[in-house]
């Protein structure tokens, strides 16, 4: 990338800055800005870099790197900045700003005009701190090197670069303590720490529960995955960010709030207490920028040590730490002679006061556990096998299961990788052997973890063929998985609706839309419920623990759409597009009722009495849909304007107690009653006509208004009847020759009159009766006892049989005549069979026919057929 002599000229400069360190002096250049969190310290940096022709700058966290990297690339450009981590690298040709990972910077062998170290106070970690005082000790830029971090690292930069210019940098804002609070008082925008996964875990569900959920953050997370989590909160779909104290470092969030679950944690060797500074470190999250923030402790946590002393919180709220005294260092340059040099020189002891040896990190101790198996150790053999061994044990342990199962690991690989590069095809079906996203949270990210190692292996130089291929199939694995675990994270411990709601019900409420999908209610996209009608039904789905604050919500925000769906109805009706239905007596809309019909002054006269869901709508709104309602019901009533009629003229003086009587008796019974129970024969010539004018016709057996025999008009009536008591429950027939049905019901079908099997419409009855008495009278005057030949055709063809033909003639007065029959052994047709007519009694039922010999039924019904 850079020209050799360039190369050359660094590394004699890394040579005299190595010398004036050791004699306490440094290089001209170099600037440690030092100070709290929010201090604008890593945009100083940025800025900076970007001032310059070249420069890199080295990152605690992969995540950081990558973050800045996209930043970068927007000023920059992305054909001229390079990300380099040991799981990714994208490094253009021509890339002259580099955004690493500080154990992957390789600027200790470059010529960069600025180089950056973040973080450097972690040249205190126990794991990784030998690598951040390497970088304070030797990371240079030609024009300019910054060293960031915390004051406490002041004492250090003095002692070990003493030329380097200090700068402290203030907090932006003010940390103040807030005191413990229950977590079911933890404000919005805040982040919970705790130190476990298990009470993670435990506070995200209690979260879930009563405030909608949490993005959850830990350091076994992979970093697209905690980069997912942490947008659910930055994007303020989630209040809350549950998390370990992974979320100290590097992360640039919105939090006004950090509560501590517990205040010590297991380091890796023992429990113990957190230190002030690391405390600080967690705290200084809340409060970005100009805006203040706050810390505190959870209460209820069940640990003894939950509580800041006075002297802690002055210390976190003032910015002031005990200094450290002392650095991790080992030689970054060790011998490679043999693996004995190489143990001896990574620990060998510093030279300087300032510096103590670093404890035996994972890659060291599994360098000496591989180096104590004789089959291991013999395949090493010269300097450049014992670099290429060293290399391989320095591969992180992504899976944190410790050194001993990460040391069998290294050593499968280590066999493969002595005897050259690995092949595509292993390292492929490695890969692939992870490609699956099913399983639970803990398994995906035991997946991920091992994907990260073949990622890392994957980026090496001189390990795998094809390696840009493997490194680019490895990584869209670990996009898959970690899109997956996202997805696991979501689903268990965040409640969208849930959380959606709780600001709905909140002081920002009226900055959230509701709005409808067909039936479904949705408060921020989230689907809550339906509205059926005017009814709000909760999702089936919601957990009980969900349900009261749905309803809670949906009582405050549907007003609007109530109102909106009462005016829509409301113009439906007016403009006669509304699709309601009278139902059982009730006014029903998109199978909701809006109304419930009453007794009246009348039968034709109901009251109707509003649904208790309208109660909902708010009062100008409901009025006019309540009048709507009314005006739609007058309007649906039309087709029994044929009673109304009846009804009214009923009340005229002129009508007369018979004809009174009987126009309230058709009225009653939808519009027809038989003639012998009507009185219709009482009334004189006028009442007579009266009752022809108002549509009544007089038939052989019954009484009726035609108009009423339609289907519509006899299920309205129906309808009506039954808010009033006064009508059976079973449907009319809606054709004039019905199936068979039950006797019970054929005595109550109005509209038709009953023969036995059958039921004939009442006008169509009328019809045929009144075809028998033209052809009784043939055109001359009709006599009772004149016989006279009857044709059953029209009857057949609506549909009735010849024994429900005949009933019917009998119930009218007709009556058969028998042939005589034939003498014996004479032949020839029959006779055929002939009717005389003489006036019924009025007494005689409809359903009791007078008794027919059974011979004689035959006998007739034979005759007809063949007639």
């Known amino acids: 990338m850079y020209a050799a002599s360039g190369d050359a000229t660094f590394a004699g400069e890394m040579v005299q800055d190595r010398n004036a360190t050791a004699r306490g002096d440094a290089p001209s250049g170099v600037k440690a800005v030092l100070g709290p969190t929010n201090t604008g310290k890593t945009h100083l940096a940025i800025e900076r870099m970007c001032a310059h022709s070249s420069g890199a700058i080295g990152f605690p966290l992969r995540l950081l790197a990558r973050e800045v990297y996209d930043r970068v690339c927007a000023i920059k450009g992305e054909q001229n900045v390079a990300l380099i981590t040991g799981e990714e690298r994208i490094e253009p040709k021509h890339a002259r700003y580099l955004l690493c990972t500080a154990e992957a910077m390789p600027v200790l062998d470059r010529s960069l005009a600025f180089v950056a170290i973040d973080e450097a106070q972690l040249g205190a970690d126990r794991e990784r701190g030998h690598v951040f005082t390497d970088r304070l000790l030797h990371a240079r830029g030609r024009e300019e090197t910054m060293i960031l971090g915390s004051s406490t690292l002041e004492p250090m930069v003095r002692a070990l670069v003493p030329r380097a210019e200090i700068v402290t940098r203030p907090r932006f804002s003010t940390l103040s303590h807030a005191g413990a609070k229950k977590l079911s008082r933890i404000p919005p925008r805040s982040a919970i720490v705790a130190f476990s996964t298990e009470q993670v875990y435990a506070i995200a569900e209690m979260l879930r529960r009563f405030r909608g959920g949490a993005a959850v953050v830990m350091g076994a997370l992979s970093p697209q995955t905690r980069n997912a989590q942490v947008a659910l909160y930055q994007s303020g779909e989630v209040d809350y960010l549950v998390a370990t104290d992974a979320i100290g470092m590097g992360l640039n969030l919105d939090v006004e709030h950090v509560a501590f679950a517990g205040l010590s944690k297991f380091d890796g060797v023992r429990h113990r207490r957190l230190t002030t500074s690391e405390m600080a470190q967690i705290a200084g999250r809340a409060g970005r920028h100009q805006k203040d923030g706050t810390f505190g402790t959870l209460t209820g946590s069940g640990t003894h040590d939950s509580e800041f002393d006075p002297e802690e919180i002055f210390a976190i709220e003032e910015h002031r730490f005990p200094p450290l005294t002392k650095l991790f260092w080992r030689d970054a340059e060790p011998r490679f002679d043999s693996i004995a040099t190489l143990i001896g020189d990574l620990e060998t002891p510093p030279d300087l006061p300032e510096l103590v040896p670093a404890p035996e990190a994972i890659d060291l101790s599994v360098l000496k556990r591989l180096s104590e198996d004789p089959q291991v150790a013999d395949s090493v053999r010269g300097a450049a096998m014992v670099q290429r061994f060293w290399d391989v044990c320095r591969l992180p342990d992504f899976r944190q299961q410790g050194a001993e199962t990460h040391s069998r690991f290294v050593a499968r690989l280590w066999q493969d990788l002595r005897h050259g590069e690995l092949g595509a095809d292993y390292v492929a079906n490695a890969i692939a052997q992870l490609d699956r996203t099913g399983g639970d949270i803990d398994t995906l990210q035991g997946r991920i973890a091992a994907i990260r190692s073949w990622a890392y292996i994957a980026q090496r130089p001189d390990w795998v063929l094809a390696r840009d291929e493997m490194a680019a199939r490895a990584r869209a694995v670990e996009a898959r998985l970690s899109d997956a675990l996202h997805g696991k994270l979501t689903e268990r411990f965040i409640n969208r609706r849930t959380a959606v709601l709780m600001k709905k019900l909140g002081p920002d409420a009226g900055l959230l839309s509701v709005r409808m999908e067909d039936e479904e209610v949705l408060v921020e996209g989230e689907h809550i419920g339906s509205l059926r009608g005017f009814a709000f039904h909760v999702d089936p789905g919601a957990r009980l623990s969900d349900r009261k604050l749905l309803l809670a919500a949906a009582e405050k925000h549907l007003t609007a759409l109530l109102q909106k769906r009462a005016d829509e109805l409301t113009e439906a009706i007016h403009a006669g597009s509304a699709a309601i239905t009278l139902d059982r007596g009730k006014l029903k809309w998109d199978g909701e009722s809006l109304g419930t019909l009453a007794p009246g002054r009348s039968l034709l006269s109901p009251v ?169 009278s043939g055109g001359k005057p009709a006599g009772s006892g004149r016989s006279f030949a009857l044709d059953p055709a029209k009857a057949v063809s609506m549909g009735l049989t010849t024994e429900s033909y005949a009933r019917l003639l009998r119930l009218a007065g007709f009556q058969p005549i028998m042939p005589r029959q034939l003498a014996d052994g004479a032949h020839g047709p029959p006779a055929p069979v002939r009717w005389r007519w003489r006036p019924p009694r009025r007494h005689v039922e409809d359903t009791k026919p007078q008794p027919v010999r059974k011979e004689s039924a035959f006998s007739i019904l034979a005759d007809m057929v063949r007639n």
């Open 608 to 776: 109707l009495v509003p649904d208790r869901t309208l109660d909902a709508v708010p009062g100008p709104a409901r009025k006019v849909l309540v009048a709507a309602l009314e005006a739609w019901l007058d309007n649906a009533l039309q087709p029994l304007a044929p009673l109304l009629k009846l009804d009214e003229a009923s009340r005229s003086e002129e009508a007369g107690p018979d004809l009174r009587a009987l126009l309230i008796a058709l009225v009653e019974a939808g519009g027809m009653t038989s003639r012998e129970d009507s009185g219709v024969d009482k009334l004189d010539k006028q009442r007579r006509t009266m009752l022809s004018r108002l549509g009544v016709r007089v038939g052989a057996l019954d009484v009726f208004v035609p108009a009423m025999l339609r289907p519509g008009p006899i299920v309205l009536w129906r309808e009506l009847a039954q808010v009033f008591g006064k009508s059976p429950r079973d449907g009319a027939p809606e054709d004039a020759m019905p199936p068979a049905l039950p006797a019970k019901r054929r005595q109550r079908t109005p509209g038709y009159r009953s023969l036995g099997k059958q039921l004939v419409r009442l006008d169509m009855a009328e019809k045929l009766l009144r075809e028998a008495h033209e052809a009784r």
